[in-house]
């Protein structure tokens, strides 16, 4: 059962990320998530310019650990994706890109948003 909760964790946990990084084009179907996608893009935005790890880490670390399982050094991203999304020379400028790419995505699509309603 714990190892069911782990992946769970990091199932929620990757959804998360999604949704910080383009849940803003759900806005134009469904304008009301703005209240869970702003902070969703502020608490994505704080862990990566902070180097900070997201409670859910620790928390699949614990259900993995309950269960016996290895479990790893590092944070959910220097687990699950570093190794696919960035490159083994990672380091606090690719930090920076990554942070960049995150909130200038999300103004471009503020942006066409309040573009978009003001059209309608």
């Not at 990757?14 to 902070?39: D, E, T």
């Not at 400028?93 to 699509?109: E, G, K, S």
Request: proline share 5%; charged share 10%; with cysteine.
């Amino acid at each position: 059962m714990y190892l069911f909760l782990a992946d769970l964790v990091v199932l929620i946990h990757f959804l998360f990320i999604v949704f910080a990084l383009f849940g803003g084009l759900l806005l134009y179907k469904w304008f009301q998530l703005i209240w869970l996608h702003i902070p969703a893009l502020l608490w994505g935005t704080y862990i990566e310019i902070t180097g900070s790890i997201c409670p859910l880490t620790p928390l699949e670390k614990w259900f993995r650990e309950q269960a016996g399982a290895d479990i790893y050094e590092g944070g959910f991203l220097s687990y699950y994706l570093v190794p696919i999304i960035y490159p083994p020379e990672y380091d606090a400028n690719y930090q920076l890109i990554a942070t960049t790419i995150l909130i200038l995505l999300n103004f471009i699509i503020y942006f066409g948003l309040i573009w978009y309603r003001l059209r309608r």
